[in-house]
């Protein structure tokens, strides 16, 4: 039978792992918790703004903007996580007791995974409606309500599944550096797991990139289609590309890093990069809000609206109020099917 270790503290893991412990206040503590505050902070205003306007504008009540706000609620809460993880860190993480630092991390993975499987949803959710021509997906709300309900569940799994069992508390070999008190199987697990959504995510969003790109080619050699086609699909392919740079460049490293520390990588200095490449990862929340929301030109009206609330009644951005109401953007084919006339 294998004796656990619940009643020792967290400094016990981090001695057991050899991953430095401090009782004082460095430079480098404090400049990584200043910049990871500082991104917090950013980070719960900006999707904050998305998840305003999403709600106030009739014209965004459709699945792709559901999974949008989703999507902002997902990355809300990583900022949430993220400050949670700036006032646990560095000399008070040896303060903590065990249920404490599981929470801590269970909040990290827990929100992580949230906003890495809602931007599949929203590549597949886009690659239906590009393909078909449509300027919003068929989807039933109740089928939205469902898939982000899921999407949540899966999260919640995910970061709840080591505090219940997945952990070395009765196995001190098999801890992980980068997190003592994490089996490192649980970190081959979960960096695999994200590193197959990404893979998804890559093909999906390429094979839309070739289809816009085939397509575009084709108008090019007649004259009779819409120039706001050609318009629409030139933002889509900038937007896709944006969007895959950003996420790769974001993601990739940590998981790469997530991985190298679960298989039990003796000569990879994972623990000199882990601070750095978790920030990357929650620089991706910030980002997320700009790239799907700021290349929308009806979402930039609405966050000047919200903005701009205090102003007097005849500033320049109120006739963008007006517009609010008015039939919903899209632009017609010459095959009578709509246009995505969305940068999204």
């Keep these: 039978m294998r004796h656990c270790f619940y009643n020792e503290t967290v400094g016990f893991f981090y001695n057991n792992s050899r991953k430095e412990l401090t009782t ?27 998840i305003t306007a999403i709600v106030i504008n009739r014209r965004f009540h459709y699945p792709i903007y559901y999974l949008l706000g989703n999507l902002a609620a997902a990355d809300l809460f990583a900022g949430i996580a993220y400050m949670f993880l ?27 995974t949230a906003s890495v499987v809602n931007l599949l949803a929203i590549a597949v959710e886009r690659h239906q ?22 999407i949540w569940v899966t999260a919640l799994l995910l970061g709840l599944i080591p505090s219940y069992g997945w952990h070395c508390l009765c196995a001190l070999d098999k801890c992980s550096s980068m997190a003592p ?18 893979l998804i995510m890559v093909v999906v969003y390429t094979h839309i990139f070739i289809y816009v790109k085939r397509k575009m ?14 318009e629409t699909m030139i933002s889509l392919v900038k937007t896709v590309t944006i969007i895959l740079s950003a996420f790769v460049i974001c ?23 882990e601070k750095y490449v978790l920030l990357l990862a929650e620089i991706n929340s910030l980002i997320n809000a700009i790239v799907y929301s700021y290349r929308d030109t009806e979402m930039r009206s609405t ?20 517009k609010l109401n008015a039939p919903d953007r899209g632009t017609l084919s010459h095959n009578g099917h709509f246009t995505v006339d969305s940068s999204i």
């Design 24 to 50: 004082y206040w460095r430079t480098k503590d404090v400049l990584v918790v200043a910049l990871g505050l500082s991104v917090s902070v950013i980070v719960l205003l900006t999707n904050l703004l998305v």
């Design 86 to 112: 700036m006032f646990h860190t560095g000399p008070r993480t040896a303060e903590l007791s065990l249920k404490t630092w599981f929470i801590r991390q269970s909040l990290l993975d827990t929100s992580l």
């Design 129 to 150: 409606t590009v393909f078909t021509m449509q300027l919003h997906s068929k989807m039933s709300n109740q089928r939205v309500t469902i898939l982000i309900f899921c």
């Design 181 to 198: 008190l994490y089996s490192r199987s649980y970190l081959t697990f979960w960096a695999i797991s994200n590193l197959v959504i990404f």
């Design 217 to 230: 080619t084709r108008m090019s050699r007649h004259t009779s289609f819409h120039p706001r086609y050609r």
């Design 251 to 273: 993601w990739t490293p940590g998981q790469v890093v997530l991985l190298l520390d679960g298989l039990g990588c003796k000569s990879c200095n994972v623990l000199a990069v």
């Design 303 to 322: 966050f000047r609206r919200i903005l701009c609330f205090p102003c007097p009644r005849n500033s320049k951005y109120t006739p963008t109020a007006l």
